[in-house]
């Protein structure tokens, strides 16, 4: 599976920014998805995740509410659409997937370039 994540860039504070991630190498659809993102100097931490269908989906709870996961499984891609965005969501946010297990958290078996989200202040 290849994923190529895109739409990251600079935005100010309280602006919004939608990642795209495009999937490649698999049926979309037998693909769980996830989001996951990395600060400067911490570890990677879980984002967001979406089931197969789109039906079922899961955060992060200190981003629930701003954050929003979703899919589009006829163009193959996930979204991850950021509202009201804070320095500190500055980070490389990462798509994710995996063809297995129903835990939208973790587990991920591939994973994508990365794509630079930085949010001034």
């Known amino acids: 599976v290849q994923l190529q994540a895109s739409g990251g860039g600079l935005v100010q504070t309280g602006g919004s920014l939608r990642l795209s991630c495009a999937a490649s190498?698999?049926?979309?659809?037998?693909?769980?998805m996830g989001w996951f993102r990395q600060a400067p100097g911490k570890e990677r931490e879980f984002v967001a995740g979406?089931?197969?269908?789109?039906?079922?989906?899961a955060y992060a709870d200190s981003l629930k509410g701003r954050f929003t996961i979703s899919r589009d499984n006829a163009k193959n891609t996930v979204f991850l659409q950021m509202n009201n965005l804070a320095p500190e969501d500055t980070a490389v946010y990462y798509c994710?997937?995996?063809?297995?297990?129903?835990?939208?958290?973790?587990?991920?078996?591939?994973w994508g370039q990365g794509t630079l989200v930085t949010v001034s202040s």
């Open positions: 190498g698999r049926t979309f659809s037998d693909l769980l």
């Open positions: 979406i089931s197969w269908s789109g039906s079922v989906t």
């Open positions: 994710a997937a995996k063809g297995s297990g129903s835990n939208l958290r973790s587990g991920y078996e591939y």
